[in-house]
Structures are given as C-alpha cells and as structure tokens.
C-alpha cells in the first residue's frame, strides 16, 4: 500500500479563495510526523507546515492550516486567501518509525496547484 | 552557512562517466539526506547521515551509488559509471536532529543531473 497518497494531480483556485489540497497516509507507527512541502517553478523544496500524531491542535502557519483528522489518517494542507505566488507543485510527507531515533521520511507524488487571476 | 547549498546546479555527462554532487548541510545540522526526484514525482530516499555515519543506505538503486560524509558537515553523493536511466534531480537536505518525528527537513536547491 501507498505510505502517502495524493489523489489530486492537479487542482485550480481562483485568486483569494481557499483550497484544500488532499493527502492520506498509511502507518501503524503510533508515532509519526506528517510534512507539507511546496515546490514552484524554481524547482526549490520549501517546508511548510508540521503536524505531529500527538499533537491535539491542527497546526497553523499564517495563511497555511493543516487539517489533520488522526481516525481518517488524513493530513490536508488548506490555503487560505490564495495569491498567485501559490502556484506550485505540493508535497505531502511522513516520517514514521521506532520514537527515540532515526525515522525515514517517505513523500507523495504531489499536487500540481494553478491560481487563477 | 544560511540555508543548503549543492554543487554543481546542473551536470551533464556522459554515459559511462563518473559523477560527484555535492552537499553542504545547514551548519550544525546533524542529520543529512539524500533524494533523487524524476520530473513530476515527489523525492524519492537514497540514504541518510547521522553525523558522520551513515545510517541507511537501502535507498541507492544499485552499487553504482555511493556517499559519504567523513567530517559530518559536507557530503558527497558518487554514481560510478552513468547510465541515462540516472538522469534526474539529485536533492539533499539537512535536519537539525536525529530524525524523529518532530525533525524538520530543509532542502537544498538540487542538482539537475543529465546523462548523454
């Protein structure tokens, strides 16, 4: 099974609207971090925001929110007020494994994102 | 130094040749990744440093991959012998700790790698 799926290859939003980007994933690790990462154009990998399964809050980085809902095992990244300098290709990832030391870090193929003026 | 830094950008060599990428991690990040990404897909692990040991390295396709990292700072990412197969965005990245959960990845600007 796919550890981190991304089902949208490609998802519009129109300038100032929100969107949400989709990711699941698949662990039996009671303990794991999930990752959004963007990549424009450029080609550069940008971090964004950090969910840990313990955490109790869904996090939040200015116009960025994770919506993470643990039952569901789903980590959705939710633009809010979206600018044209948001298009770009998005990455979901997970790092899972034995807490206390090394975890590998697994991506998904990603979600291509287009802002429309 | 501010962020990762990769040398070279781009490569391109031909088939048969040797390659050497290299990576110089965040200053005082302990912990340093390498990636291959083909166009269109997400980063896929090749092997992970803690310090200057290498800690996995179940990631690298083949024996024609190698890497090391002798001081624990700087890394050097080796393909032997190049096949056009080994085309494709070599990225590193560094973390601060030892790869828990909680340890965020920051990433280097890669190096576009093409093989004749």
């Not at chain 1, 993470?68 to 979901?92: E, H, P, T």
């Not at chain 2, 070279?8 to 290299?22: E, H, I, N, W």
């Not at chain 2, 560094?94 to 890669?110: A, E, N, R, V």
Request: hydrophobic fraction near 30%; aromatic fraction near 12%; include cysteine.
């Amino acid at each position: 099974a796919q550890k981190i799926t991304q089902t949208q290859p490609g998802m519009f939003v129109q300038e100032k609207e929100a969107v949400t980007l989709d990711c699941t994933y698949d662990t039996s690790d009671p303990s794991y971090g999930l990752f959004w990462y963007k990549q424009p154009s450029s080609g550069e990998m940008i971090f964004l925001i950090y969910q840990g399964s313990y955490d109790q809050q869904n996090a939040t980085e200015g116009r960025y929110s994770l919506n993470f809902q643990k039952a569901r095992k789903s980590a959705n990244l939710v633009i809010s007020a979206s600018q044209l300098g948001d298009s770009a290709m998005y990455f979901c990832a997970m790092r899972e494994g034995p807490s206390g030391g090394y975890q590998k870090v697994t991506f998904g193929i990603g979600t291509k994102l287009q802002v429309i003026p | 130094g501010a962020g990762v830094s990769q040398s070279p950008r781009y490569k391109v060599t031909k088939r048969g040749q040797d390659v050497a990428l290299r990576c110089d991690p965040i200053s005082g990040h302990v912990s340093l990744y390498w990636y291959r990404q083909a166009l269109g897909q997400g980063p896929e692990f090749l092997t992970y440093f803690n310090y200057e040991a290498q800690q996995d390295k179940s990631g690298l396709p083949n024996d024609r991959f190698s890497a090391e990292r002798p001081e624990g700072s700087i890394s050097t990412l080796t393909i032997q012998r190049t096949e056009q197969r080994d085309s494709a965005m070599y990225r590193c990245a560094s973390s601060l700790d030892t790869g828990g959960p909680l340890d965020t990845q920051y990433f280097g600007p890669g190096t576009r790698l093409t093989v004749l």
